[in-house]
């Protein structure tokens, strides 16, 4: 199911580029700039998880997959801004040249903020007719939200403040919550609204979705410690060159594995108690631990 997903995903997001570039001659570059990133080989486990959310809440496919694009669209956008050289300044992605290597400084800016409200665009666009608009609205401000000041800027501007400087776990904390966890919430938030969830089976998936966001964040730690660039697909060990405060360097390599583990039982744990079973999940956790195990 996860491989299926995402080849559904892939194809939707090309689509989706093909259909509304065709009437851009004049800014064909900003489109394949914005193309470019979002369409490079990844996990798509955002996406994924949103897709999976709202199929095993009884939601429709259809009705989540514009939804789940939007989700890698802005993922895309933070992708390219983070690897910019005023932020992070890196020359890989996923294995590829990063945006601006191929494109410009110029270009990969403003990639990356169409990308914000061409996700939102894709949500109103394929969706205003199916879904009610109050429901819509709901959907449109998560989002919104998560791309912004209250998510994924917050947490990358507390990243910025952070550089050089000793920070507490509390800092680390924040920065994670909003720069990696905020999306993951955002997508199953979003998953299970599609599918008409009640308010209390949205509290248990928005309380699985900070776990989420945590153990992935350590698990980014852990393997930008223990992995080559190669096996990456990005610099590896930036962290400690940059001497960033992370879960391993606060707790060490085993502890922090240790955290990475108790979250996943957390999480099966919700699961158990919502009585669902998702082979999605589980695969999704074993990719994580055989990478985190190498």
């Not at 390599?253 to 009585?275: C, G, P, Q, V, W």
Request: hydrophobic content about 40%; charged content about 30%; some cysteine.
């Amino acid at each position: 199911m996860f491989k299926e997903y995402k080849i559904l995903i892939n194809e939707t997001l090309k689509k989706y580029f093909d259909e509304y570039k065709q009437n851009s001659s004049y800014s064909s570059k900003i489109w394949d700039s914005m193309a470019y990133t979002t369409l490079l080989d990844g996990k798509r486990l955002r996406a994924v998880m949103c897709l999976e959310i709202a199929r095993l809440l009884g939601g429709k496919t259809s009705y989540a997959l514009p939804l789940a694009c939007s989700l890698e669209m802005m993922h895309a956008y933070s992708l390219i801004h983070d690897d910019l050289p005023s932020m992070d300044n890196d020359d890989l992605r996923r294995g590829k040249p990063t945006n601006h290597k191929v494109y410009g400084e110029a270009i990969a800016i403003l990639a990356g903020d169409s990308l914000i409200s061409f996700g939102s665009q894709i949500i109103i666009d394929k969706l205003k007719d199916l879904v009610e608009p109050k429901k819509l609205l709901d959907i449109v401000n998560d989002y919104n939200k998560t791309a912004g000041a209250l998510g994924i800027v917050a947490g990358q501007v507390a990243d910025i403040e952070a550089e050089g400087k000793e920070i507490d776990i509390e800092n680390l904390k924040y920065i994670h919550k909003y720069k990696t966890g905020a999306l993951f919430k955002c997508s199953m938030l979003m998953g299970a609204k599609i599918a008409n969830a009640t308010a209390d089976i949205v509290e248990k998936i928005g309380e699985y979705a900070d776990n989420f966001g945590v153990l992935f964040q350590v698990y980014d730690d852990i393997i930008d410690y223990t992995l080559t660039t190669d096996e990456l697909g990005k610099t590896a060990g930036k962290d400690k060159l940059n001497k960033k405060l992370t879960y391993v360097s606060a707790w060490g390599l085993e502890k922090a594995k240790n955290i990475f583990y108790s979250l996943i039982d957390k999480n099966r744990a919700i699961l158990t108690e919502l009585n669902i079973k998702s082979k999605v999940f589980d695969d999704i956790y074993d990719m994580l631990i055989k990478k985190v195990e190498k």
